[in-house]
């Protein structure tokens, strides 16, 4: 029978490995979310990729890219 001990250290390495990936991301996803969120950058082109990654739609903002 194997142990919660067993278990953790056969899977010790693949867990440390998940949890780097989530992190890297939820760090992907934040950028994206703060791109989306800025209203220097268009407001289609914002709108456009918050639709298709079903998050929410930026507030306002203008129509052209950042000065």
Known sequence: MTTAR???AVH????????TDLATHRQRL????AWIN????D????TALAQ???LPAPE????????
């Open 60 to 67: 306002g903002g203008t129509t052209h890219g950042p000065a």
């Open 43 to 46: 407001l289609a082109a914002r």
């Open 30 to 33: 934040a950028t994206v979310v």
């Open 38 to 41: 800025d209203p220097a950058w």
């Open 12 to 19: 010790a390495a693949d867990l440390r490995a998940a949890e």
């Open 52 to 54: 298709l990654l079903n």
């Open 6 to 8: 067993d278990w953790s």
